[in-house]
């Protein structure tokens, strides 16, 4: 096999040239240099040690924190003819055995294990014996203390640095804000190594936030109108709403099943493997599921709770569009989202992390009800600056009707004061609506001058405007669990009239579209050959036992649509071919596309 890198990634996995930084962290790894990498989700981290690997004489050691990603990546690898083994606990004994002696043979190229099986069992001493090209550590956020899904046993990786002081070592991620990235660095000892930060931007992906009125419903809407024919994540935050969610798009005609670790261990691999292998599936789950899912064609993912941070959700919503097709990522939420995550912050933490993830929370709100473009608040946040709109968030396609809003933020901060900052949204509305309540009764709100002084506006506009409040600190709510409202300092300019308040309102003026064949089919004809193609697809992945995707992407299948390959040379052209893949199912497809 030729050692030149393009000349891999061409007849290996079938794309004519690099993306971005791919081909200067490539050269990188090669010169046997130290890297971090921070790279969007779909903008091909995998590729910048997949291709060293086979450019490189021994062995590639790729360090992943789940076992769905190892199985989805290995086969993904021998499809393409690539020696790739993953060595985890879901292997018998003789299957590890015999893993083991492939390695003591060199017949494996590129091999994944977690980071509990570099530590156990003298398995490092193992490896001492073998000749080692490269370590790649994948999700190399989660060594960090300060990142959204910190693992303690990526703490033990620096080791790799003293043991193995000769050997290159990369360290991806496509999450990690600016104190994340020091902490990768500093705790992986890649000091003398080179950061490559490709950018934190999807562009393919649409947000799109709305307010909770009927969340489930609102859900529904959001799928039948844009992803009725697509695979979907909804994410909740309880499993017992995991469970609803899932039976109720069922009983809606939805193909949804539900994923949360109060479910047995059968179950959730079952439901993933369903997930992966199938079409048109939703997976109703909370964050247990997603870390490491390599399915590239997730139309949508929906957040009917609050993620903790901003970091969760651009993982979160990273699962959408790996492939580059249009997605989008949907949120709603509500007042009642920001008191539930603000009490959950308080558990279990020092006061120093708590102060921390508060912090970042408040950014996740700011970003919520954000009037500007969507993109650049969330790339703001990484350290990216975007100069121009984006164009394609709710922001930017269907702009917020805007208004000042002082006068009635004046008069519920001060309704909030005089009734001493001990009760609740519900209470405090019906003080300025004027409500007849046995509270207000007993606790002699209806004596106060400014009873019953906002019915300028319904409950719900107070409640959007209260939510607006506490997401930009001008509130807080108290961290007992009583949901009690608190003035802080920051609303002092505005009681005393020298700042001005702007709300928006969450309604959008026309529903936008994702829908990827609207965008990329062009007619009929070329709809139902699209379809045929994937029908081929998912037969031959059922007898193969493998997702459809591991055969060739929907980006794949859509390019031969538009290309229409007649001969087996043309059709190796095709992006996300390669040559093995054309000697195996280039005279399947070749038939179908000249039928």
Known sequence: MSRDPSHILQSVFGYPKFRGDQSAIIEHVLNKRDALVLMPTGGGKSLCYQVPALCMEGLTIVISPLIALMQNQVEALRQLGVKAAALNSAHSQEEQFAIRDALKRG?????????????????????????????????????????????????????????????????????ADAPTQKDIIERLNLEYGRVFNSGFDRPNIQYRITEKKNAYNQLVSFIKNTHAQDSGIVYCMSRRKVEQIAEKLVNEGFTALPYHAGLTSDRRFQNQERFLKEDKIIMVATIAFGMG????????????????????????TGRAGRDGLPATAWLAFG???????????????????????????????GYCETIECRRRVLLDYFGEKRQEDCGNCDNCLNPADIHDATEAAQLALSCMYRTGQLYGVGHIIDVLLGADTEKIKNSG????????????????????????????GYIAT?????????????????LKGDERFAVRKFEFKKKGSTKTREILLENPEEEALFDQLRALRLELAKKQNIPPYVIFHDKTLLEMVQARPSSLSEFGLIP?????????????FLELLSA
């Open 445 to 472: 709100h209806d004596k106060l001058p400014l009873y019953g002084k906002g019915n300028d506006l319904k409950r719900p506009e107070w409640q959007s405007l209260i939510r607006q409040l506490l997401s930009l």
């Open 335 to 365: 007042h009642q989202d920001i008191v539930k995550i603000r009490q959950l912050l308080g558990e279990n933490l020092s006061q120093e992390q708590r102060q921390i993830e508060h912090q970042k929370f408040t950014a996740l709100l």
């Open 107 to 175: 017949k494996i190229t590129l091999l994944y294990i977690a980071p509990e099986r570099l530590f156990a069992a003298r398995f490092i001493d193992f490896l001492s014996s073998l000749e080692i090209a490269l370590f790649a550590i994948d999700e190399a956020h989660c060594v960090s203390q300060w990142g959204h899904d910190f693992r303690p046993e990526y703490l033990k990786l620096s080791i790799l640095h003293e043991l193995f002081p000769n050997v290159p070592r990369i360290a991806l991620t496509a999450t």
């Open 576 to 588: 996300g071919v390669g040559e093995v893949k054309t000697e195996k199912y280039g005279p399947l």
């Open 478 to 494: 108290d961290l007992e669990g009583y949901g009690s409202l608190k003035l802080q300092e920051k609303c002092r300019p505005l």
């Open 293 to 316: 899912i390599d399915k590239p064609d997730v139309r949508f993912v929906a957040h009917l709770d609050l993620p903790k941070n901003l970091e969760a959700y651009y993982q979160e």
